[in-house]
C-alpha cells in the first residue's frame, strides 16, 4: 500500500506460518494505552483480507467488530481496549484455513490528556512553509521512489529543498524575534506529480496520513523538531486537511468503499481510463469519455453552509465538490472515515507532542462530523486547540463556527476561527485616508465592533496576510503601514498570526503566481548571499523593521495587559484611532495616525482610560510621553505607550 515500514515506532511484524494470509499495512501502526476513548479503529490492508477473520489474546482487549468494505483488500477492526495496559499484543488473522498473527504496541502515553496545553492569544504564531524556508539536508532534496518531482529553486511553483532540519537549525531566530508557536503548513508526505503547473510544495495534498513527507524528513526528525521547540519555549501547531487527500492517495486506486469519497463515480472512471494521464486545470482524463463531466467541482462559496436559505445544489456544490480535480473529496458522513480522522489526529499529538491544529478548509467538509471530531479532542484534550480556517469575510460566518455560538443551533465544538474580516478591512485601510465615517482605519473599528458575535473574541485568530494572499508589503509596500497592522495585530483582543519573512520586508503578490508570495526566506539555502537570519546579513531597513517587531513581541511575551487586559476602542476621531487595554490597574494606549498629515492626540477625548495618569512610556523606544496634554502625530505613526 506504502512504504509503510518508514513510519516510524511501527512495530507491526508478521509472524510466519505454514499458510499466510497477506497483511501489507495497518493504520495506525501503533496506539497508546489508558485513552478515554476505548474503542480503536485499525484500518487493515492487505490482498483478500476482507473475509478474514481475527482474534486477539491480552489482558484488557477484546474485538468489538469487523466491518467487511466494498474492496476486498480492506478490513476494518474495532478494538475494545479499556483496562489494557502498555504492551505487545498479537492480532491473529485467520482466513480459509490461512493465518497470520501481527504484533502490535500499545503505548504509554507520554502525559494524560488534561497536560497538554494548546496555543491561546497569550501566544504569537508565526507561519511558515517548511519548503520555502530552509534547507537543513540537500541530501533529501531528490529521492528515488518518490513520484517524478522537480527540485527548482528558480521556478516559483516547484520545490525548492526546504525541510523540517532547516527549521530546527533556526529556532534560535525565532527566540530572537519573540514569537512563541510555529505553525507548518503540512508537513505529511504529499507523493504527487508534478504537472500542468501543480507542484506539491505546499504540502495540501496528503497521500500518506502517518508519514511526514520524506522531502522534508522522517517522523523522527519531526518529533525531534518539536522536543527542540519545546526546550526553547516554542509551541509547534500542526497543519491538517480532512477535507480531501491527494490523488496519489492509495485509497484513490482501491477505494475502500463505494462512499468513501464523493462524488466517487468519477473517481472510478478517471481512475479506469486507457490512458491514466489526467489534465489538472480541465479535470478530465486523457483519453477518457465525456462520461468525466461527472467531476463536481466546489463553488469555493463557503455561504450555503449556514445559509438559512440555502438550497440542496448549491449546499452539495460547497460541501460534496472537489477543491481542485488533484484533490478528491474525502466523505465525512461515513461513519469509518471520520474515525480514521479522528484517531489519526490524536495519533500525532501523543506520538509527536504537537501543541496544537490548524485544519484546512474547514467549512467544506461534513459539519456534523468535523463537529464529532473536535468533540471528541476535546474529551481527551480539553486544554488542547483547534483553529479552521473559516474564509468568510463578514463576522458573523466565522463567530457561527465558533464553539458556543449563539448563531446557529448546532455547535461546532471548534475553539478557534479565522478572522478574514479583519485581514480583508486592514488590506483595505492601508491605502486609505482615514476619514470621518468609513475609510481607512475605520474600517478596522467597524469590525471589532462586531465582537459581541464572538461567543469569545480572545479566541479568534487575527492576522495580516498568509500563504493564500499577497504579502501585506505587495511589491515593496510601505513600512508605516506595516508597523500600524502589527501593532493593531499584537495588542487587540486576537490570538495573532505573523507570516514568514515580512518582520525582514519579505514582499511579493499572487498576480502571476502563489509561488511569489512563497519565497525562500533569505539565508535558508545553500549558497544565499542574503543571509536574514543574522544581524550581520540584514540590510539597514530590513535590520530597523526586525528590531522596532522584536521590541514589541518581547514586550507582549507572557503579559497579561495583553492576554486578559479589558479592550476599549475609540471611534477613530479626525484620523486617530485609539484602542486601550486596561487590567490590574495598568493600561496600554495603541495610538495610530491613519492619515498622510500630521495630527493631534487629543488628550481630553481619552479621559476615561488615561484618567489621573501623566506620563507613560513608549513600548518600543523607553521614552516618556505626556498624556497630560494635546501632541502631535506624525503621518501614518504608530504610537504604543504604557502606564
Avoid at 328 to 346: F, K, M
Avoid at 463 to 492: M, P, S, W
Wanted: charged share 25%.
Amino acid at each position: 500500500m506504502r512504504n509503510i515500514i518508514l513510519i516510524f515506532s511501527l512495530f507491526l511484524s508478521v509472524v510466519p506460518a505454514s499458510a499466510q494470509v497477506k497483511v501489507s499495512c495497518v493504520e495506525p501502526a501503533d496506539w497508546y494505552a489508558g485513552m478515554k476513548d476505548a474503542s480503536l479503529q485499525l484500518m487493515v490492508y492487505g490482498k483478500g483480507i476482507r473475509t478474514a477473520d481475527v482474534e486477539v489474546s491480552y489482558p484488557g482487549v477484546r474485538v468489538d467488530s469487523l466491518v467487511r468494505l466494498d474492496s476486498p483488500n480492506y478490513l476494518l477492526v474495532y478494538l475494545n481496549l479499556q483496562g489494557a495496559q502498555p504492551g505487545t499484543m498479537t492480532l491473529c488473522f485467520k482466513n480459509g484455513g490461512r493465518e497470520a498473527r501481527v504484533k502490535y504496541e500499545l503505548r504509554r502515553r507520554e502525559m494524560a490528556g488534561e497536560e497538554r496545553k494548546g496555543f491561546d492569544n497569550a501566544d504569537v504564531l508565526y507561519m511558515l512553509m517548511p519548503d520555502r524556508f530552509a534547507n537543513g539536508n540537500p541530501r533529501n532534496d531528490q529521492l528515488k521512489g518518490m513520484n517524478a518531482y522537480v527540485c527548482d529553486r528558480t521556478q516559483p511553483s516547484l520545490r525548492h529543498g526546504g525541510d523540517l532540519e532547516g527549521i530546527c537549525r533556526h529556532l534560535d531566530y525565532f527566540n530572537e524575534l519573540g514569537v512563541t508557536a510555529l505553525w507548518l503548513t503540512p508537513v505529511l508526505e504529499n507523493n504527487s506529480p508534478d504537472a500542468n503547473g501543480y507542484s506539491t510544495y505546499h504540502g495540501y495534498a496528503t497521500t500518506d496520513y502517518y508519514r511526514v513527507d520524506p522531502r522534508f524528513g522522517t517522523n523522527e526528525e519531526y518529533a525531534r523538531l518539536v522536543r527542540e521547540a519545546h526546550a526553547r519555549g516554542l509551541k509547534v501547531v500542526m497543519d491538517m486537511i480532512f477535507n480531501h487527500c491527494g490523488f496519489e492517495h492509495p485509497w484513490v486506486k482501491d477505494m475502500p468503499s463505494k462512499d468513501w469519497f464523493n462524488t466517487p463515480e468519477w473517481l472510478s472512471e478517471v481512475r479506469d481510463a486507457t490512458d491514466s494521464g489526467l489534465d489538472r486545470n480541465t479535470g478530465m482524463a486523457s483519453g477518457a469519455s465525456a462520461k468525466t463531466s461527472k467531476y463536481l467541482q466546489t463553488s469555493y462559496k463557503l455561504t450555503p453552509v449556514l445559509d438559512p436559505y440555502a438550497s440542496k445544489v448549491d449546499l452539495r456544490e460547497t460541501v460534496d465538490g472537489w477543491f481542485v480535480p488533484s484533490m478528491p473529496d474525502l466523505n465525512q458522513r461515513n461513519p469509518h472515515v471520520i474515525r480514521y480522522l479522528i484517531q489519526n489526529s490524536e495519533w500525532w499529538i501523543e506520538t509527536v507532542g504537537i501543541d496544537g491544529i490548524r485544519m484546512d478548509t474547514y467549512p467544506y467538509a461534513d459539519r456534523t462530523a468535523m463537529a464529532q471530531w473536535m468533540e471528541a479532542l476535546d474529551r481527551e484534550y480539553p486544554h488542547f486547540n483547534t483553529v479552521g480556517e473559516t474564509w468568510v469575510t463578514e463576522p458573523a460566518y466565522p463567530a457561527a463556527w465558533q464553539r458556543g455560538s449563539k448563531l446557529t443551533r448546532q455547535d461546532s465544538y471548534l475553539k478557534t476561527v479565522m478572522d478574514f474580516a479583519f485581514y480583508d478591512r486592514l488590506n483595505k485601510a492601508k491605502d486609505e485616508e482615514t476619514d470621518a465615517w468609513w475609510n481607512g482605519l475605520n474600517r478596522i473599528y467597524n469590525v471589532l465592533c462586531y465582537d459581541y458575535v464572538y461567543a469569545d473574541p480572545s479566541s479568534v485568530m487575527a492576522f495580516i496576510e498568509n500563504h493564500d494572499t499577497d504579502r501585506f508589503l505587495g511589491n515593496g509596500g510601505d513600512t508605516l503601514a506595516l508597523k500600524q497592522a502589527y501593532a493593531l495585530l499584537l495588542t487587540v483582543n486576537r490570538i495573532p498570526q505573523l507570516y514568514y519573512g515580512t518582520e525582514v520586508l519579505m514582499n511579493g503578490t499572487k498576480e502571476v503566481t502563489d509561488g511569489n508570495v512563497r519565497k525562500d526566506f533569505p539565508g535558508g539555502f545553500p549558497g544565499d548571499r542574503h543571509d536574514c537570519f543574522a544581524p550581520r546579513g540584514r540590510s539597514k531597513a530590513e535590520s530597523a523593521m526586525f528590531s522596532w517587531l522584536s521590541r514589541l513581541l518581547h514586550w507582549r511575551q507572557g503579559n497579561e495587559l495583553i492576554s486578559k487586559g479589558r479592550q476599549t476602542q475609540f471611534v477613530p476621531w479626525k484620523g486617530v484611532y485609539v484602542i486601550a487595554r486596561q487590567y490590574e490597574g495598568r493600561t496600554l494606549l495603541t495610538i495610530l495616525n491613519g492619515t498622510t498629515r500630521n495630527a493631534v492626540f487629543e488628550a481630553k477625548r481619552y479621559a476615561e482610560v488615561i484618567g489621573a495618569a501623566r506620563k507613560a512610556v513608549d513600548v518600543i523606544t523607553g521614552r516618556e510621553v505626556d498624556l497630560g496634554a494635546d501632541f502631535s502625530l506624525s503621518p501614518r505613526q504608530t504610537l504604543i505607550v504604557e502606564f
